[in-house]
């Protein structure tokens, strides 16, 4: 398929409801003098976003060597300190913009070594941040423990001697003892190459009308990462397989999940468009039928089979279901208002029932998945890219099909505004944009996920400071800002603990 060229923009799918270096090496200002000063005489040594010197963080990570060597003198200091720097920067934070700094965060089998995952914790501190959101699934794998473990994917941690051993309890507990929330962020309808390989569920797979499922499209190479495989959002099994993944993460009492991957697969090339109804997710079994269901009446439900299953119709289409069903006056479904009948005009018509379908598909799920856990009192999130909903063309669409703009506004949404110009103004649009489309009450539920390291610049992306400094500047009423990812500040720490062995 062959990508249009650009030109006006199509109409927007119908509605079926109404409306690198070590954390020492990049820190900036104080926070373990904490210990030793009074409150407000140790804010004063904290910077804007509440972070400490490389001397002051390394004072406290030889507390922590020395604690975790069987020194208990140290140990009772650094217990100590761990509480007095939990306090100093709620103090900092209650008194800075943003209220809430929060980083995305993977942790590794590793971590589990005594001392490792306080050292992360401990870092993400001296950076200032309050809130931690922890992977716990991702790449067809759960931060469940092998002996409590219930879904349908295998747990992060393998190894023998550690089956009852919770890294996702483990750091929530920790990062709440140092004043942190932790929150559970999870990969959602991307449910990894693991699951798309069993064979008791190769139905769940969304399917193309080329003959593909996801898993085939990865391994073409018609996307970029042949790990991820995603799900028919209509499916049933894949829904259940979720949901109960989710109810042993909620058992953890996350303070908040975040749903990201809420789409359909971004192609390379040509594939990260649009442009007909064959390059479209809903030839699996479940969303096919929930298309089928979407027809008034019996000429549109014929229709719709015509036309998924050719691509186009023909002129004998239309009088062929007339004579089929000569009691119908016209060809009716969802959200249908025209009375044109003319063969172009259907098909248009059909095309854009089609997205839509498609998209349905995806803000239902989201939905479905955000009530179940905010029904046991925990926040969600929705994590999205700002241009997943846009359109290529005269009559294509982004094939991720990420029509953010139509998810629940009682969750958080965390637009990923990675724009790359060499300076802020692209980033900055992207968060507008975000903005505009949330309406008055946006910036209460509104939180940007900036990308990039504290103190550089790198790949033409500004540094965190000069990026978070323009947003300021540009929406100071956002109190809630995240940054992509703890491993890009850390770089070799995050090396070392991902490929460790246990």
Known sequence: MTAPAQSKSPQAPISFRRPRNWVAQVCTAALLFGAFLPPKAAIAQLNAYCQVTQGMASQKEAQRVAAFNGDSGARSQYLALVQQHSNTLRNCRNGAWPQEQAVWLRLYPCDLQPGILE??????????????????????????????????????????????RDLFADASAKGRQRGRKVSAWVVSLNFGYSYGTRSDRQQVLARNGQGQDTLAFARSGAISNPEEVFVDPYN?????????????????????????????????????????????????????????????????????????????????????????????????????????????????????????????????????MGQQVQQQGIPTGSVFFPSGNGTVG?????????????????????????????????????????????????????????????????????????????????????????????????????????????
């Open 394 to 502: 005269s009559n294509g669409y982004d094939s991720r099909l990420q029509h953010w703009d139509r998810f629940p506004t009682w969750m958080g949404w965390h637009p990923m505004a990675y724009a790359v110009c060499g300076n802020t103004g692209c980033i900055l649009q992207e968060i507008r944009q975000v903005l505009a489309a949330a309406g008055p009450r946006g910036t209460q539920f509104v939180k940007p996920v900036l990308a990039g390291i504290w103190g550089q610049t790198t790949r033409n992306r500004p540094s965190l400071e000069d990026q978070m400094q323009a947003l300021q500047r540009s929406a100071p009423e956002i109190n809630s800002v995240s940054h992509f990812a703890y491993s890009w500040q850390d770089p070799e720490f995050d090396r070392n603990r991902k490929f460790c062995q246990l």
């Open 119 to 164: 050292a992360v914790l401990d870092r993400i501190v001296n950076l200032g941040y309050n809130h931690v959101y922890v992977e716990v699934f991702y790449s067809g794998q759960v931060l469940l423990p092998e002996a409590d473990n219930p879904t349908a994917w295998p747990s992060v941690v393998q190894t023998s001697g550690y089956e009852r």
């Open 236 to 368: 049933l099994q894949g829904q259940q397989d979720f949901q109960h993944m989710l109810e042993a993460v909620s058992r953890r009492r996350p303070d908040g999940v975040l749903f990201d991957y809420i789409r359909y697969p971004r192609g390379t090339g040509s594939h990260s468009v649009a442009s007909q109804v064959s390059d479209l997710w809903i030839y699996g079994d479940a969303a096919r039928q929930a298309l089928f269901q979407r027809a008034l009446n019996q000429q549109g439900l014929e229709l719709i089979r015509r036309y998924i299953s050719r691509g186009y119709l023909v002129d004998a289409d239309l009088d062929a279901v007339a004579q089929l069903y000569p009691n119908e006056s016209a060809p009716l479904w969802q959200s249908r208002t025209a009375t044109v009948t003319s063969r172009p005009a259907l098909q248009q018509e059909l095309w854009r029932l089609s997205v839509a379908h498609a998209v349905q598909g995806v803000v239902d799920f989201l939905t479905r």
